[in-house]
């Protein structure tokens, strides 16, 4: 449990803005231990095994897209499935506009601490306190009328286990990720606190 993993990217928008520290502070302050970090500049390939989806997918997000079309009234002018492709076509888009930032973060539940912390994937429904519920102001509505597919959220992290060690194999090669004691795990981890006894 202390060695969970979990992958974050910042966006190209956290970027643009000059985000990336105080993302990366909050993270931090949480008591996860970085284990990897690079700038990269992603291929069109990568992201879309990054993303990793299939027909399945593409109908049920285009599907709900064809719903919001119906109830704001506009027309439908593709297939259900064509939506929901244009969701990732414009992600990628989008996460090849400027480099990224890659991480890797490890603690004890570090998948859902991100979560937690990353907020939901709108920001304009994200909670205060979160990262796209405090720095961004993107929402499906904005997205939808500028036709551009995802919405701007500024940070990606993993949302489960096998998807974790699935995305960090793709954006990480096992020499980049690094074990070693931080004295913070002192405080977190040791039962006794033997390790900080004078």
Same mark, same amino acid.
């Given at each position: 449990? =202390?060695? &969970?993993?979990?992958?974050? *990217?910042?966006?190209?928008?956290?970027?643009?803005?000059?985000?990336?520290?105080? *993302?990366?502070?909050?993270?931090?302050?949480?008591?996860?231990?970085?284990?990897?970090?690079?700038?990269?500049?992603?291929?069109?390939?990568?992201?879309? &095994?990054?993303?990793?989806?299939?027909? $399945?997918?593409?109908?049920?997000?285009?599907?709900?897209?064809? &719903?919001? +079309? =119906?109830? $704001?009234?506009?027309?439908?002018?593709? =297939?259900?499935? &064509?939506?929901?492709?244009?969701?990732?076509?414009?992600?990628?888009?989008?996460?090849? /506009?400027?480099?990224?930032?890659?991480?890797?973060?490890?603690?004890?539940?570090?998948?859902?601490?991100?979560?937690?912390?990353?907020?939901?994937? #709108?920001?304009?429904?994200?909670?205060?306190?979160?990262?796209?519920?405090?720095?961004? +102001?993107?929402?499906?509505?904005?997205?939808? $009328?500028?036709?551009?597919?995802?919405?701007?959220?500024? *940070?990606?992290?993993?949302?489960?286990?096998?998807? /974790? =060690?699935?995305?960090?194999?793709?954006?990480?090669?096992?020499? #980049?990720?690094?074990?070693?004691?931080? *004295? $913070?795990?002192?405080?977190?981890?040791?039962?006794? +606190?033997?390790?900080?006894?004078?």
């Amino acid at each position: 449990m =202390k060695k &969970e993993r979990t992958l974050v *990217i910042i966006k190209p928008d956290t970027l643009q803005r000059s985000l990336i520290g105080e *993302i990366f502070s909050r993270i931090e302050r949480t008591g996860l231990k970085l284990v990897a970090i690079k700038m990269v500049r992603p291929t069109q390939k990568q992201l879309y &095994e990054h993303y990793n989806k299939d027909d $399945a997918w593409y109908e049920k997000k285009g599907q709900t897209r064809v &719903e919001m +079309l =119906k109830k $704001a009234g506009k027309s439908i002018n593709r =297939k259900a499935i &064509e939506y929901g492709k244009n969701i990732i076509q414009g992600s990628i888009k989008f996460m090849t /506009a400027s480099p990224l930032v890659a991480m890797v973060w490890e603690g004890n539940q570090a998948i859902g601490i991100v979560k937690k912390l990353v907020g939901s994937t #709108e920001p304009l429904t994200s909670d205060v306190g979160t990262i796209r519920g405090d720095y961004q +102001l993107d929402s499906y509505d904005l997205a939808e $009328a500028d036709d551009r597919g995802p919405v701007r959220n500024l *940070i990606h992290c993993s949302d489960e286990k096998s998807e /974790a =060690k699935r995305e960090i194999k793709l954006w990480f090669d096992k020499n #980049e990720l690094y074990d070693y004691r931080h *004295i $913070a795990e002192e405080i977190l981890y040791d039962v006794n +606190l033997d390790g900080i006894r004078e």
